[in-house]
């Protein structure tokens, strides 16, 4: 290998010991936590959660992905007043929103879950029971939806920070349970709505390559031309 091919590779070598390489690291429902989430509330209700930011000193942000697991529960009861048979149809459901602090939605979910029940002509008392009423407890329906990938300058600016720090999003749930099927019927909803967030972030790590010991002896040839070259120029 001539001299200058040896400079040229100690001269690489220096410049190519540093890199980046992609990666993820998420918050809430999946570790390292904690949880981002919202209990059983009575809808219809508007609350927020906190999620982490973007911890800049961990490399670039590149996207950002949201996740909504939504839950709803209801209980329902209804009596049909029906001077014939009716077949009714409960249907427990809300629609859960996650925004950010704009009020632009992120995600959104309507979590739902639908019953039937055959009811007799309306057998004189109104109990949500006998043969011409139902009540249906503990009615549960879930659903997951994930975000489109933000990559937007705006958007990657917003979620990212400092280490620790914080950014508050608003979430409502508007309850849309409801029983139907017959022309005369009396209902009684309550209807309570859950949410778990997860946010994941990819972005670019900066990594440091070690040397194996073969291209550090390279440099070293390297380094040692220069210093000989410098001296036969001194002679």
């Not at 999946?30 to 927020?48: D, E, K, Q, R």
């Amino acid at each position: 290998m001539s001299f200058k091919s040896v400079l040229f590779a100690g001269a690489m070598l220096a410049v190519s010991v540093s890199a980046a390489t992609a990666a993820t690291i998420s918050f809430g429902v999946v570790p390292p936590g904690p949880a981002i989430s919202i209990p059983l509330t009575t809808t219809n209700f508007t609350s927020s959660v906190t999620v982490p930011k973007f911890n800049a000193a961990l490399g670039t942000l590149q996207s950002v992905q949201f996740s909504l697991n939504g839950t709803v529960v209801s209980t329902i009861k209804f009596e049909s007043l029906d001077a014939a048979p009716a077949t009714i149809t409960a249907t427990a459901s809300a629609t859960i929103t996650l925004t950010r602090p704009d009020s632009s939605t992120l995600v959104a979910v309507l979590p739902s879950q639908t019953r039937t029940a055959a009811e007799t002509a309306f057998d004189n008392v109104i109990d949500f029971g006998g043969t011409s009423g139902t009540t249906f407890t503990g009615l549960t329906g879930s659903t997951l939806a994930n975000s489109g990938l933000l990559t937007s300058a705006a958007d990657r600016t917003l979620f990212t920070g400092a280490a620790g720090s914080t950014i508050t999003l608003p979430i409502s749930a508007a309850g849309t349970s409801s029983a139907a099927g017959a022309g005369n019927l009396i209902t009684q909803i309550n209807t309570q709505a859950a949410a778990d967030v997860t946010v994941t972030y990819t972005f670019d790590a900066p990594v440091t390559r070690v040397p194996e010991p073969a291209t550090l002896a390279l440099l070293g040839a390297g380094l040692a031309g220069v210093g000989l070259l410098r001296r036969r120029k001194a002679a």
